[in-house]
Every structure is written in structure tokens, then in C-alpha cells.
């Protein structure tokens, strides 16, 4: 690994509208740029990852999030361009404002997607929340 000496935390939120939709933004910039993924970014000293989360959604999109649920751990490890994050990934249903670019130097979007027709370029971590909606999604079937 070059520059990196252990694993950077990070955060981020699947954030569901009432229609089953996900909301993502697309990268602008490495690592994964041009790849759409989940509004979230780094925990700063001090900060829970939850309080980290709503920070990042308030500063990426513009929304105050309420009662966020966690949904997943998402460890991503790159020896080759030298990154290692371990990022909890929360589940939002429940918000204040209107999802709007705030950042647009780094991302495209805001967009919402039906999960059946995700764009094909996810980030990692999207890929490890839709995979946990999907599973939570049959689980509740079978109840």
C-alpha cells in the first residue's frame, strides 16, 4: 500500500424515498470516479458515524436526516492504489428538505433509482447496501 498506513473510517446512507427508491450521486473524482454511489464521506475526529453520516448528507445533498437505522459494514481495501475504508453504511427513510446538488465540483445528481434499475457503475458500498435491502427485502417476505 502506498501512503495509506491503516484503514481511514468512513460513512454513508441509503437513502429510500417512500416509492422504494434509492437515492445516488455520481463521482466525479478517484477512487471510483464515474461511478454512482451513496451520499456520504469521511468521519472526522471526534464524531460518531452516525453524526459523521447526517453531516455528510447535509453537506452533499442538502438533507437533515431523522432516525437513521444502520444497514451494513462496508470494508474496502485497494493495495494497488493504496486505500483501505471501513464505512458503516445507515438506512434513511425519514427526512427534512429536498435532495439538491450541493457539491457539484465532485458529483453529478442528486437521482433517484428504482432498485431493479440501477445504473451499472455503482460505487462498492452501494453494491454492499443494495445487497443488504435485497436480503432485508426476502427476509421480510418469508415473515
Not at 481495501?77 to 434513511?92: E, I
Request: charged share 25%; proline share 7%.
Amino acid at each position: 500500500m502506498t501512503g495509506q498506513t491503516g484503514p481511514r473510517v468512513g460513512c454513508g446512507a441509503a437513502i429510500m424515498d417512500g416509492r422504494g427508491r434509492i437515492l445516488l450521486l455520481r463521482r466525479l473524482r478517484q477512487p471510483q470516479a464515474g461511478c454512482w454511489g451513496l451520499p456520504g464521506g469521511k468521519v472526522e475526529a471526534f464524531e460518531t458515524t452516525c453524526q459523521a453520516m447526517a453531516r455528510e448528507i447535509e453537506e452533499e445533498v442538502g438533507l437533515s436526516v431523522k432516525a437513521p437505522e444502520f444497514l451494513c459494514l462496508v470494508e474496502e481495501r485497494d493495495t494497488t492504489a493504496g486505500y483501505f475504508w471501513v464505512s458503516p453504511v445507515y438506512l434513511v427513510t425519514s427526512w427534512r428538505g429536498t435532495p439538491r446538488l450541493m457539491e457539484p465540483d465532485r458529483h453529478e445528481g442528486p437521482r433517484w433509482f428504482a432498485l431493479d434499475a440501477l445504473p451499472e457503475e455503482l460505487t462498492t458500498p452501494t453494491r454492499h447496501a443494495v445487497e443488504e435491502l435485497a436480503r432485508r427485502a426476502t427476509l421480510n417476505c418469508k415473515k
